[in-house]
């Protein structure tokens, strides 16, 4: 079993910055794919970014390209987000899931955390 804690969300104005952390109990993440989520209001829950186990390959949905960049520190057993020239579409919850396989949706992902919330003002 692997416990994942998200933690980093807040309000941040059109533009600005903010970096998320998913820490992981339990297990080494670094033998687990990991990627990131999000959910708007009334909206599916969306594949944000990945980075695979071992080779570290990162894989990012289109909107994000350029400006979101998902990475892993094995010495802390955690993953980040680091979302920067954010836009009022970014908003939502944003959740780290981590998988034995490889992959953008959701049913892949075999652990996740409760969400952080990310709320960009205009």
């Known amino acids: 079993q692997v416990q994942l804690v998200e933690s980093g969300g807040e309000l941040v104005q059109a533009g600005g910055s903010l970096r998320l952390s998913c820490a992981a109990s339990?297990?080494?993440?670094?033998?687990?794919?990991v990627g990131w989520f999000r959910q708007a209001p009334g909206k599916e829950r969306e594949f944000v970014a990945s980075?695979?186990?071992?080779?570290?390959?990162?894989y990012y949905e289109d909107s994000v390209k350029g400006r979101f960049t998902i990475s892993s520190d094995n010495a802390k057993n955690t993953a980040y987000l680091l979302m920067n020239s954010l836009k009022p579409e970014d908003t939502g919850v944003y959740y780290c899931?981590?998988?034995?396989?490889?992959?953008?949706?959701?049913?892949?992902?075999?652990?996740w955390g409760q969400g952080t919330q990310v709320t960009v003002s205009s």
């Open positions: 899931a981590c998988t034995t396989r490889w992959g953008r949706q959701t049913v892949t992902y075999e652990y």
């Open positions: 339990g297990r080494t993440l670094s033998t687990y794919g």
């Open positions: 980075i695979s186990r071992g080779t570290l390959i990162t």
